[in-house]
């Protein structure tokens, strides 16, 4: 399996819903100028492009057959989200080769034929007020969503707001971000770097021209393609381009043009502004070196925006190679998801469904070659793709797939532009075409052994993947730190900062249940040297009596700790209360966190129960539920209590005291499983539990007295067995089960310690198919 780390960019998604349109296709570029006259021997000349492409799809978020003049600011956009392998081996930083920088051209070019724009007006700017608001109450957000923030930190920092430049006279030079520091080891292949703005290279620089789309997005020698492939699924929904880049960012060609790009990047549940001045790194006198727009030499969002980026984190090195979660995450807030390809986990027929109902809500999808697929029928490894869409050709899978570079550079197996598999589709059916555009199809079969990895990406998650919106709308964000005691790693789990939440009925379905989804993101500085291992555990709640919980861990199986910036995790939970438990795997390991769950309905409780020292915790096991009622909706009744000695401490039959130990009557009304559990609070000297269940006939004296049980104890037809035979359990350890499949009737349950002298808190907990009744 190759690396989880990009070092190329990616391309841009495109809805499902959108295949029966006519397939949108790319421009030529305007022609390079000149270069200077002694430039290094460039590479070979990439395949002329087709100077007179067909329109771009008519219908938003492409654009409008219609377009309008130009708008220097860009349509609105949409904002941004998320992790991996615990210690991912970083992706090949190798940048795509500079055979798209300036290859020698027909003196003479073509006209370029741009696609037609959206000819509706971009929406009015969303305001996005700086920092972070606290409270208690779900506010509206651009997105449709309802959030809420609340700041458990123990030892809070800032959240830093950065502020317009002022620039009184002249342009903005950003003096802490230079040409040596953006690009610190300079070109590899040794090309003259210069530093210059668009109005140095361009005659008629603007931010955006005829609005923007996927095909804007090119890459050139700068590892972006992990940023750029998101880049190029924003670059069709307005709604969240406008939050990344608002209406007043880049003035140029006004009079208020003062040498400043203005964007913003979602961090750590913030939205960020990053202002940076307008130089760009150029090579050949007036080449962009890195990302740009492959549609219009003077559109300059698409090297601004990268540029921005690399700022935010220091360096354009230190943005080379990474994940298309994160950067998803950036430029959204939403909520990323992988699939592991190699892993076994999804079969051809389950990712083709899942990816088809992906684009049918809306999501945005990223995939990935390894290195060992480098160069196999025109793949690029250690590089990220963009799957822009499904379909079905001949009963044949197929998977459309779009490479960030653009151009030439596609694959040329089955179902590639020319191959022959096309000449048995009728004419239509799947809409395609044979163009250097950096899209192609592949069978899925072909694309489960060339690509390893999957990145699905929604605002808000697609709980069951059926591709219909689930209505998660409200956001829960809850802020807090791994601090001193409280930074327990995985041993001392439980000591890990903990947050009560209820999940009402109203975010109930049909059947009672409720999806949730929960995000943990780690605070970090840096990209590659600040992160840790961290997971998030969700515990139910089965009982409380204000400060002794009894709690079941969910997901304890396939829950695992990774070396990730964010990882999500989805639950199926009926109403009632949880906690959840985020942890880094390491004792000691410091750091602030974002919690953040999604559900249909508001949470009507979020409280803090990490500093709580009166606070304790009954484990129950859920894991030994018989198959056959494991999938059950089981109904849950707990008690809870002291064993004392003097009191109710009888311990087992060898003493006279048996009969004082504590007793329930229980009563059934329908056959079915029952299941107790009997618990005791964690302290350093576990006691044996012990439970037994005798038929109660109606002749019984409860409670049973010693003599009573001493002549019982295993009588046949008043004794009652357990699934597997037994006549009671009695164990050492923190709890004890016994299943029982119990006839209608009443029954009396005996609970007991070793012996009259030993203590403890107590809880029973029974599970059933059918209410009954205990007392």
Request: aromatic residues 10%; charged residues 25%; glycine residues 8%.
């Amino acid at each position: 399996m190759g690396s989880l780390f990009s070092k190329c960019k990616d391309g841009e998604s495109e809805d499902f819903d959108d295949l029966n349109a006519p397939k949108p296709v790319p421009t030529s570029p305007a022609p390079v100028p000149a270069p200077d006259p002694n430039p290094p021997p460039r590479d070979p000349t990439p395949p002329p492009r087709d100077p007179t492409p067909p329109p771009r799809d008519p219908t938003p978020p492409p654009r409008d057959p219609t377009p309008p003049p130009r708008d220097p600011t860009p349509p609105p956009r949409d904002p941004t989200p998320p992790p991996r392998d615990p210690t991912p081996p970083p992706r090949d930083p190798t940048p795509p080769p500079p055979t798209d920088l300036p290859p020698s051209r027909d003196p003479t070019p073509p006209p370029t034929v741009f696609p037609p724009r959206d000819p509706s007006p971009p929406p009015t700017d969303i305001p996005v007020t700086p920092g972070l608001h606290f409270g208690t109450e779900y506010q509206p957000t651009h997105l449709d969503t309802f959030e809420v923030h609340v700041d458990f930190r123990s030892k809070p920092t800032k959240f830093d707001v950065d502020r317009r430049p002022f620039v009184s006279s002249g342009l903005y030079v950003d003096d802490e971000f230079p040409l040596h520091v953006a690009l610190p080891k300079g070109d590899p292949n040794g090309r003259n770097l210069e530093w210059k703005r668009p109005t140095e290279i361009r005659d008629n620089p603007v931010l955006f021209s005829d609005g923007t789309s996927k095909y804007d997005i090119g890459q050139r020698s700068i590892g972006t393609c992990w940023f750029l492939a998101m880049v190029t699924n924003i670059a069709d929904k307005p709604t969240l381009l406008r939050q990344v880049i608002p209406s007043d960012a880049y003035p140029v060609g006004r009079s208020t043009y003062d040498g400043v790009f203005h964007c913003r990047f979602w961090r750590y549940g913030v939205w960020e502004d990053v202002y940076i001045d307008d130089y760009l790194p150029i090579v050949y006198g007036t080449t962009v070196y890195g990302a740009h727009s492959d549609t219009d030499e003077n559109e300059m969002w698409v090297a601004l925006l990268e540029k921005a980026f690399a700022r935010s984190y220091g360096s354009y090195e230190a943005v080379t190679g990474g994940q298309s979660a994160a950067s998803f995450v950036a430029l959204t807030s939403g909520v990323p998801e992988e699939v592991d390809l190699k892993s076994g986990e999804v079969t051809a027929d389950e990712l083709f469904v899942r990816m088809t109902n992906a684009h049918r809500s809306g999501a945005m999808v990223a995939c990935a070659v390894p290195g060992e697929y480098n160069g196999h029928q025109g793949l690029i490894g250690n590089h990220e793709y963009t799957l822009t869409g499904t379909a079905v050709a001949n009963g044949n899978h197929l998977f459309r797939v779009r490479n960030p570079w653009g151009g030439a550079r596609e694959w040329t197996g089955a179902w590639s532009d020319e191959s022959s598999e096309w000449s048995l589709v009728p004419e239509g059916a799947v809409p395609h075409a044979n163009k250097d555009d950096g899209e192609f199809y592949i069978s899925i079969e072909d694309f489960m052994q060339c690509f390893n990895l999957v990145t699905i990406c929604s605002i808000t998650p697609d709980f069951d993947r059926d591709g219909s919106e689930d209505t998660l709308k409200y956001v829960t964000c809850l802020y807090g730190d791994w601090r001193d005691d409280n930074a327990a790693g995985f041993r001392n789990k439980l000591q890990n900062p903990k947050y009560l939440i209820e999940v009402n009925e109203n975010a109930a379905d049909e059947n009672g249940d409720v999806p949730l989804v929960v995000q943990i993101i780690q605070r970090t500085e840096h990209r590659r040297t600040d992160l840790i291992q961290i997971r998030c555990d969700v515990y139910k709640v089965f009982g409380s009596d204000g400060n002794m919980y009894i709690i079941d861990e969910l997901g304890k199986k396939t829950n695992s700790y990774k070396n990730s910036p964010q990882r999500s995790f989805r639950y199926l939970v009926q109403p009632g209360k949880y906690i959840i438990l985020p942890s880094a795997a390491n004792a000691g390991d410091e750091k602030e966190f974002l919690v953040r769950t999604f559900t249909s309905g508001p949470l009507s409780q979020f409280k803090n129960l990490t500093h709580d020292s009166r606070v304790q915790y009954m484990h129950c096991d859920m894991d030994a539920m018989p198959a056959s009622v494991s999938s059950k909706r089981l109904h849950s009744q707990v008690l809870m209590g002291n064993i004392r000695e003097g009191v109710n401490a009888g311990g087992q039959v060898s003493y006279p005291t048996v009969g004082i130990n504590p007793q329930f009557r229980i009563t059934v009304n329908q056959t079915g499983f029952v299941q107790f559990q009997l618990l005791q609070d964690d302290k350093p000297e576990m006691v044996p539990l012990g439970i037994r269940m005798w038929r109660d006939d109606g002749n019984i004296h409860v409670p049973l007295t010693t003599p009573w049980i001493n002549g019982n104890y295993r009588a046949e037809g008043t004794i009652v067995l357990m699934t597997d035979n037994d006549d009671g359990k009695f164990l050492a350890g923190p709890n004890v089960k016994a299943d029982y499949v119990l006839d209608p009737g009443n029954y009396i349950l005996l609970i007991h310690l070793n012996s009259p002298s030993d203590e403890t808190k107590f809880a029973l907990l029974a599970q059933s198919e059918n209410k009954i009744d205990i007392r």
